[in-house]
């Protein structure tokens, strides 16, 4: 039985698999016209206010959502972007799925061995710990 998906949202984090990933998003979403929300999330230090405005973060985060922005483009559907300060990304992206009620959350990440263990990352172990909704991990490819 395929659930019906009526919102899905992609953390990008400006790796390799970003395009896969918002381009898998959007081939989802079209079977049921599903919006797609693509994030990018600042990550500002605790000894900084967390509306602090690092321009060279921004600059970086702004490139990436315009990058989701075209592999949409090039998916041929259009997505709604966002760029969000916070203290954890893991955390971030679990409120936005609930602030949004998204029903699915698709999350890129890299293939790195810690001690011959593959490794996630923080944010992931967090969203799927936590998130409301479905979660999705897309690994990217062995280099």
């Known amino acids: 039985m395929m659930m019906e998906i009526k919102s899905i949202l992609v953390p990008t984090n400006g790796g390799g698999a970003d395009e896969e990933v918002i381009k898998l998003a959007?081939?989802?979403?079209?079977?049921?016209?599903?919006k797609v929300y693509a994030v990018y999330i600042i990550e500002v230090?605790?000894?900084?206010?967390?509306?602090?405005?690092?321009?060279s973060d921004t600059k970086k985060a702004e490139k990436i959502l315009t990058q989701?922005?075209?592999?949409?483009a090039?998916?041929?559907?259009e997505i709604e972007t966002d760029l969000l300060q916070a203290r954890d990304a893991g955390?971030?992206?679990?409120?936005?799925?609930?602030?949004r009620g998204v029903d699915l959350i698709i999350m890129a990440t890299t293939y790195?061995?810690?001690?011959?263990?593959?490794?996630?990352?923080?944010?992931?172990y967090y969203v799927l710990k936590e998130a409301p909704c479905r979660v999705l991990v897309y690994r990217d490819s062995i280099s």
């Open 26 to 34: 959007c081939s989802l979403a079209r079977r049921s016209k599903a």
């Open 45 to 55: 230090e605790r000894s900084l206010s967390l509306d602090t405005q690092v321009d």
């Open 68 to 72: 989701a922005e075209d592999a949409a």
């Open 74 to 77: 090039d998916a041929d559907y």
């Open 91 to 99: 955390p971030a992206i679990v409120n936005e799925a609930v602030e």
């Open 112 to 124: 790195e061995k810690a001690h011959g263990v593959p490794e996630l990352g923080k944010a992931v």
